[in-house]
């Protein structure tokens, strides 16, 4: 299947501070991104649907000048935390659309994941 | 997209099959039931899809009822790094659209 990474894995950063994680489609192109965020024992929530070249769409609830996404290329969507606080601490979580050559349907194929710790 | 309903939790012992259930009763025509897994601490692994055939890949098998309102998704042989959250979720194929993942199948392999 298609290789999604994140970097960094791990992160710690003091309240009140940015933090930028890093998704990256390795060997294929992809002109929609997704941001999820995940809570401990708690399912996956997407917190936006970023499209290359243009503006996100965040789902209700996720505030888009706290929560920054740009999707400058074919291969790479960040997504910027910025002026972080306690409650922002959770596991971040990108993916990414391919239309599959053998089946011709879409399938989403997920990062590793970022841990975001705030202090 | 249509709701999907699992069991919370499932147990199942190293070698054996198991077996993971999954009711989507207001699944639409355009719409294909996706299986994925999460492994703690880690992304979610794509692990098959089907429209109404049963399909099998390197990893499992999935079967659809004739009706399409559920199905089972089969690993022939659990291994203890089975050990995780199985997501079923329906899903139109084509053209933009999100994925949204409810609570999952806890599957335990033990020895």
């Known amino acids: 299947g298609a290789v999604v990474s994140q970097h960094p894995s791990r992160v710690i950063c003091k309240s009140g501070t940015s933090v930028k994680i890093e998704c990256r489609s390795l060997?294929?192109?992809?002109?929609?991104m997704f941001w999820y965020r995940q809570f401990p024992k708690k399912s996956l929530m997407l917190m936006a649907t970023?499209?290359?070249?243009?503006?996100?769409?965040?789902e209700q609830g996720v505030e888009k000048d706290k929560f920054l996404i740009n999707h400058a290329s074919l291969t790479l969507s960040t997504l910027t935390v910025t002026s972080a606080h306690p409650e922002d601490s959770s596991f971040y979580i990108c993916?990414?659309?391919?239309?599959?050559?053998?089946?011709?349907?879409?399938?989403?194929?997920f990062g590793p994941g970022t841990r975001l710790t705030v202090l | 997209d249509a709701k999907t309903t699992q069991p919370t939790s499932m147990d199942c012992a190293e070698g054996r099959a198991a077996n993971l259930p999954c009711n989507h009763s207001t699944i639409s025509g355009n719409e294909y039931v996706y299986w994925y897994r999460q492994i703690h601490s880690q992304g979610p692994q794509y692990i098959i899809h089907?429209?109404?055939n049963n399909e099998t890949n390197e990893m499992a098998s999935l079967i659809i009822t004739e009706d399409r309102k559920s199905s089972t998704l089969i690993l022939p042989h659990a291994t203890l790094r089975d050990t995780a959250v199985y997501y079923c979720i329906a899903r139109r194929a084509s053209g933009y659209s999100t994925l949204t993942f409810g609570k999952g199948t806890m599957l335990l392999v033990s020895p």
């Open positions: 060997d294929f192109q992809a002109t929609t």
């Open positions: 089907g429209l109404k």
């Open positions: 993916s990414a659309d391919l239309i599959s050559r053998t089946s011709g349907v879409n399938e989403q194929f």
């Open positions: 970023s499209n290359e070249g243009s503006k996100a769409t965040y």
